[in-house]
């Protein structure tokens, strides 16, 4: 008789036990979206530990793919270690992420490393909706091939786990799985490449006819040019040759000067060079060059126009998302302006100067 009455309050324990387990859950819980999702959470140093180990969503895009605070976190890890593990003195960089101007310089580096996961995402997302999908075989096609490049497994392995603490199936996942994304999706629109470099080459053509029947190259410019140089009648500035692309190195070095080049075609499209003048700076010549610029449109091109389209929300209150750039910014103001002031440096345009 008291072994049939202690059973309802043994039932009674495990259900108050149940209960509390999950209102202890639910108090973390909230408490985590407060710290993640409100710029004055707590304290920032608990900010960035919850993030780092909690799987809140930080960017939502197309209501069916998410990227974590985690995931973002676990990359910046990565990116911390490279960093680490260069040796930048030879150059002249010190880095240290201690000092307050360290901080602000990985920060915005963070941001990059954003963007690019969202580009990835963006990939795969519009790669889907097109029907192409990646097997777990193809990617691990890819990686053995790159494996044989290296005639060395051991070695690979190492370097990844040097350099971005990663094992294979991280640079599987990470690097292989988008760049097999992106091949497909670039491979589907050849045809549309093809078509696009056709109308731009006839474009190009008819600039040249209207410069040789004696059209000014300042009229041509208004008339054809795309790029920021017709706003200045083609004016583009000063350039050494190493800061060219290589398919125009060798022909502007053989242009004679005030003369119009004719039509070259490079990766961005087709120009039309006019050489103003030269002058030796620093023992290197410089080219004061104007052009005719009519572009080819490219991956970036097409995948820029379609992220612009794109459903993303980003939930993080340190960054925004500005669909007119596709491209996440951030939204504190103070770190907009170091950014902006480091890249106007040209020294520091490179993103492994800290």
């Known amino acids: 008789m008291s072994h049939t009455k202690d059973i309802p309050s043994k039932k009674v324990r495990l259900s108050t036990l149940l209960y509390t387990v999950a209102t202890i859950f639910l108090i973390v819980f909230s408490l985590g979206l407060i710290v993640v999702y409100t710029p004055f959470g707590l304290l920032q140093m608990s900010n960035n530990k919850i993030k780092s180990f909690l799987p809140y969503p930080m960017v939502v895009m197309e209501y069916q793919s998410v990227i974590t605070f985690r995931l973002l976190s676990q990359n910046m890890i990565a990116v911390k270690q490279f960093y680490e593990t260069q040796d930048f003195s030879k150059i002249g960089v010190r880095i240290d992420f201690s000092t307050p101007d360290g901080e602000k310089r990985l920060k915005i580096r963070e941001k990059e490393v954003l963007n690019k996961m969202i580009e990835d995402r963006a990939i795969e997302i519009w790669a889907k909706e097109k029907g192409i999908r990646v097997s777990h075989e193809e990617a691990l096609q890819s990686v053995n091939r790159k494996l044989e490049e290296y005639n060395s497994e051991n070695k690979v392995k190492d370097e990844l786990k040097r350099l971005y603490n990663w094992t294979m199936d991280d640079f599987q996942e990470k690097v292989v799985i988008p760049s097999l994304y992106q091949e497909k999706l670039e491979k589907s629109f050849e045809e549309f490449f093809r078509n696009d470099a056709l109308e731009a080459e006839k474009k190009i053509l008819e600039a040249e006819k209207k410069l040789n029947s004696g059209s000014t190259f300042k009229d041509v410019v208004k008339q054809f040019s795309d790029g920021e140089g017709k706003e200045n009648d083609g004016e583009i500035g000063w350039f050494m040759l190493d800061d060219m692309i290589p ?100 020294e520091n345009n490179s993103p492994f100067v800290f």
């Open 247 to 346: 398919d125009l190195k060798e022909k502007v070095s053989n242009q004679k000067i005030g003369v119009p080049s004719e039509v070259m075609e490079s990766p961005l499209g087709f120009h039309i060079i006019l050489i103003e003048e030269t002058k030796i700076e620093n023992e290197k010549k410089m080219y004061h060059l104007k052009q005719i610029f009519v572009r080819k449109k490219n991956f970036s091109d097409i995948l820029f126009e379609k992220m612009q389209s794109m459903n993303i929300k980003v939930l993080s209150p340190e960054y925004i998302w500005n669909q007119e750039s596709a491209r996440v910014e951030l939204s504190d103001q103070i770190l907009r302006d170091f950014e902006k002031k480091m890249f106007e440096n040209t």
